[in-house]
């Protein structure tokens, strides 16, 4: 897998003092309707499984699988780095609450969308927004994009598996799944130092460092 990197928008003094948020939300990432098909082998599975799907319904629910473990993993890198996240969108939320919420989409990266792509370029890019939520106003406190190489074959797409019997649910092929949980660990890791500067956290043991993956 290739190394994740990211480049985040600076930010003012203001943000310095922000209070720790009460509360951390990871909602799952929109996802870009040209993106190249992030998982040819899971689509010819479930085109086989379900005559007259069309393409376009089956990127609709490759990238919904996709959104999803990547929320899942930046959910769990924070939780091991002691920032107590959940996934959603803050319904639970309440008046007396100090939410952050993160959320974003999934596109083409700026380099690899050109026509030629060069050898290596990364695929698709995370653009991450974290949103800073104290009832009843809410701002915009930090944004990066990390580079990933979903949606590049690196090897030959082996069969998803299935769970349960026959025309169970299926899922990521293993090296969809991987890329998509690594990209998720490399938005975590932006947020974890992000919190650290603020005071939130203790700052890691070892610095994040930009990575692609």
Not at 48 to 53: E, Y
Not at 56 to 82: F, K, N, P, Y
Not at 103 to 111: D, L, R
Request: hydrophobic share 45%; with cysteine; charged share 20%.
């Amino acid at each position: 897998m290739a190394a994740c990197s990211g480049a985040g928008a600076p930010q003012g003094a203001a943000n310095a003092t922000l209070e720790k948020p009460t509360k951390f939300f990871v909602s799952e990432y929109d996802v870009a309707a040209d993106l190249p098909v992030l998982d040819p082998a899971l689509a010819a599975n479930l085109k086989r499984q379900l005559p007259g799907l069309t393409d376009d319904a089956a990127q609709i629910e490759i990238s919904r699988r996709v959104s999803a473990a990547i929320a899942e993993a930046t959910v769990a890198a924070l939780r091991q780095s002691g920032i107590q996240a959940a996934q959603g969108g803050g319904e639970i939320l309440r008046a007396n609450e100090i939410g952050l919420m993160v959320s974003g989409k999934i596109v083409n990266s700026a380099e690899g969308a050109a026509q030629r792509r060069p050898p290596g370029a990364p695929v698709v890019a995370a653009q991450t927004t974290l949103t800073y939520y104290v009832d009843p106003n809410s701002r915009i406190v930090d944004t990066f994009t990390t580079d990933s190489d979903l949606g590049r074959a690196t090897a030959p797409a082996r069969r998803p598996a299935t769970a349960g019997a026959p025309g169970g649910t299926q899922r990521l092929s293993p090296d969809i799944d991987a890329k998509a949980r690594g990209l998720g660990r490399a938005i975590a890791e932006r947020i974890v130092a992000f919190a650290a500067e603020k005071g939130w956290i203790k700052a890691p043991a070892v610095p994040a460092s930009p990575r692609r993956y």
